[in-house]
């Protein structure tokens, strides 16, 4: 009767079956597995690294912080060193901020 005017509403096909999750999750899981790999694990061994050098690090040795300052280790705390920059200057500063430790006799050289 209405048919002129709103056009009659047919039953539709089955919709197609929806795929499971695992299939929906893949993408998630690859990206997760990408940056493990990419970002999270190096930075990890970076840190364990870091950490182990501190560790070693002895009285006598030349290392340089951070920041740029070259020193010879004179004495070694629980969270600081005290570095010699020149003859008689010591400046101390955080373990942390040690960047590496150089090998024996640049200092001189430079």
């Keep these: 009767m209405l048919d002129f005017i709103l056009s ?31 970002l999270i694990r190096p930075q990890m061994k970076r840190t364990k690294e870091h950490r182990q050098m501190l560790e070693k690090i002895a009285k006598g040795d030349e290392v340089v912080t951070n920041g740029g300052l070259a020193g010879k280790v004179a004495s070694i705390g629980e969270a600081y060193v005290t570095l010699e920059v020149a003859e008689g200057v010591s400046v101390k500063v955080q373990k942390a901020s040690v960047g590496s430790v150089l090998p024996k006799g640049t200092l001189k050289t430079l």
Excluded: K, S, T
């Excluded at 919709?15 to 597995?33: K, R, S, T, Y």
């Design 8 to 38: 009659p509403a047919y039953a539709q096909a089955a919709a197609p079956a929806q795929p499971n999750a695992l299939v929906q999750f893949a993408p998630l899981v690859v990206l997760f597995v990408l940056f493990y790999f990419l």
